[in-house]
């Protein structure tokens, strides 16, 4: 039994749990508050929404914190974003220590779901990556908004975003850029960036140099499910808004829509006020929010390889094709069963918390102060489930009890619902006989 609990399978549980409950601390001290006090379940709120990269917060960030607990703030994003076994790997491999097995296959499991990549290449490759692509953006911040992007607030910011944090430093996020074409290009850049997956990156930069003649299987169906999503999504927006009315121009319009698509794949940042958009847009936004990005990125959700194995599923069964194919391949069924237990523990998941949420915030909390709010306790909590971050407005107002909920949300959601189900599943022995099988009725 200790042996099962000390397994590599158990080792990021145990290292974010631990770095969000140091950060939670350290966002309570004194020198890292604006002179206000903060509540321990507000600071684990926090601290839990940094380091899984949410975005969700239920105090105001600038005023509350102060340039120290901004920092520790960042921090934590960044540590969120890369992954804490990732660290402490690239630790050893500097040192030049020796690194288990296990340990690889942990990691190559988490950002590959490959374990026979080289996790010392790999890694470098990955730093170096993220260092360029962060600076660069923050760069261009600075350029584009020298008053109001200061280099810390440019790599805050730019941190914030690669990682699909969605913190800002400013109360109302990114809304007084909201017709800025060329600070929306730049947010929307590093969001993309951050959400495709490292190694998918990685194939790309090795594409455009000449060292691989082609992108794999993976790459091709990852870059091919965002781009549909990505335009997809801000069509659908733009339609359901131009219908609601307004009196915005269509280029800021066609802005926000396409802003709103990317940023609604896990990254939290708006350039609207979400609250005040029409039922129809947020039911949209829900289904980019589930989906998420893709595999080995910072963003959480399903994922865009979950979402195209679904859809290869149905195909074939309105087909009646026995094999699932996809781009010419037929998917294993490993595959598929991984697919489908993440999709059926996500949706219960979400619906057991958005249960939970009407019960506790029904007597005094959000709830209380209009009736018949499931749509946006709905939305919350699918944005802490895919560590997105976005909110119709609801967050600050949740119950101690609904805080704790969306806390516990955005933790499953960053560690992984695969990766914690197959924790959790090697305790579980395999039974050493099979039941006779049957038939059932069904539909």
Not at 226 to 231: D, G
Not at 334 to 346: R, S
Not at 362 to 381: I, N, R
Request: include cysteine; glycine fraction near 10%.
């Amino acid at each position: 039994m200790r042996q099962k609990f000390l397994s590599p399978f158990w080792l990021p549980v145990y290292a974010f749990g631990l770095v969000i409950l140091a950060g939670a601390l350290l966002l309570r001290l004194e020198p890292s508050l604006n002179g206000v006090s903060l509540s321990f379940v507000d600071a684990l709120f926090t601290a839990t929404s940094a380091v899984c990269v949410t975005g969700l917060a239920v105090v105001d960030t600038p005023s509350t914190f102060s340039t120290l607990g901004r920092t520790v703030l960042v921090s934590l994003i960044q540590l969120g974003g890369l992954g804490i076994m990732t660290y402490s790997s690239l630790i050893f491999f500097l040192l030049r220590r020796r690194v288990s097995l296990t340990d690889k296959t942990a990691v190559g499991q988490v950002l590959l779901h490959d374990p026979s990549f080289d996790l010392g290449r790999f890694l470098l490759h990955m730093i170096i990556f993220t260092l360029c692509i962060e600076l660069a953006g923050a760069a261009a911040l600075m350029v584009l908004l020298p008053h109001d992007m200061p280099f810390f607030y440019a790599v805050f910011h730019s941190i914030s975003a690669f990682c699909n944090a969605g913190f800002a430093l400013f109360s109302d996020s990114l809304m007084r850029w909201h017709n800025n074409a060329g600070v929306n290009v730049v947010f929307m850049l590093l969001i993309i960036l951050g959400g495709l997956g490292f190694s998918v990156l990685e194939e790309c930069l090795l594409r455009l140099r000449g060292e691989i003649k082609s992108l794999s299987r993976h790459t091709r169906i990852v870059l091919r499910t965002s781009f549909w999503l990505i335009f997809g999504g801000a069509a659908c927006l733009l339609l359901t808004e131009l219908h609601s009315g307004g009196s915005a121009d269509i280029f800021t319009r066609t802005l926000h829509a396409l802003f709103q698509s990317v940023t609604a794949r896990t990254a939290g940042f708006n350039t609207v006020d979400i609250g005040s958009m029409a039922n129809v847009s947020l039911l949209i936004m829900l289904f980019l929010m589930f989906v998420g990005g893709s595999p080995g990125s910072c963003a959480g959700g399903i994922k865009t390889t979950t979402l195209r194995a679904l859809g290869a599923f149905v195909t074939a069964q309105l087909m009646g094709r026995r094999q699932v194919v996809l781009r010419g391949r037929a998917l294993d069924d490993a595959t598929m069963n991984k697919a489908l237990t993440l999709f059926i523990f996500a949706v219960l998941t979400v619906a057991g918390a958005t249960l939970a949420l009407s019960i506790t915030e029904s007597s005094g909390g959000a709830l209380a102060k209009d009736k018949g709010m499931f749509l946006e306790l709905l939305f919350e909590a699918i944005s802490a489930f895919a560590t997105v971050g976005l909110s119709t407005g609801l967050t600050a107002d949740l119950t101690p009890a609904g805080k704790l909920i969306i806390t516990f949300l955005m933790f499953v959601g960053r560690i992984g619902p695969i990766w914690l189900l197959t924790a959790l599943q090697r305790f579980q022995n395999e039974p050493k006989y099979r039941w006779p099988e049957t038939q059932l009725p069904i539909g």
